[in-house]
């Protein structure tokens, strides 16, 4: 028996019509679970994460004017040449002259100090100029000097040999060369804010004779009368003078 062709294509259509549905589905249901539908060639996808910036060098190019050549002080005198208590003096603001000079001590043994030693030997006059010229720019705290003249009588002996120093064993006052409350003056160093730990090891070293830097051997025979609590007293009290609320 012959079926008419009418009757047929209803039955194909509706076939298709589900098969469509079936696909569409897979695909949709593909999609959803982030797989690629079938049939469409693999493209990367674009990397969003974040790319770091690139490092723009070390704390030492954002310094004006610091040398590269003072890499190597930094490590131990910080890049202001502020020290670190118990491992490198404060050098910031030292004189350019001082600082040749102590620098030269170094080269020639006038002052002990094996590491000092040993990298100093390395420095060129040239090089050591730019090296001194930068830490002797570097800022100092801020300190209202305290003027001797200010009161004749001094009771408290560590201010006393500060200010008055002890004639009787012919020790002139600390700010007689050192400037008012040990601030510098010329060619002569700081006291004030320098560390304890430092300026204790410098008394000890001139009066035992281990530093001969000093003209006409003026600190060694300073610190020869000087007992050891005085010493250390005094390494004390200009430590605390470069201190906010140090005065």
Known sequence: MKIPHRMWVLPTLLCVSLLAAV?????????????????E???????????PPEPEGDATRNIPGFPKEAEVCAECHDLQGEGRPGLAPRIAGLPVDYFRQQVHGFQAGKRKNTTMHALSEEVTDEVLDKIATYFSSRPLPKITPILRGTQAV???PVEKLAYQGDWSREIPACVTCHGASGIGVGNIPPLAGQH??????????????????????????????????????????????????GQ
């Open 23 to 39: 696909v569409g589905f897979a695909q949709s249901s593909e999609q959803e679970d982030g797989v690629k539908p079938r049939g």
């Open 41 to 51: 060639p693999f493209k990367p996808q674009r990397d969003t994460t974040p790319t």
């Open 154 to 156: 001094i009771s408290d």
């Open 196 to 245: 304890a730990v430092y300026l204790k090891a410098q008394l000890q070293d001139w009066k035992k004779g281990g530093r001969t830097t000093d003209q006409d051997q003026v600190m060694q025979k300073i610190a020869s009368q000087l007992s050891d609590e005085e010493i250390e007293a005094l390494a004390n009290y200009f430590n605390q003078l470069g201190k906010p609320g």
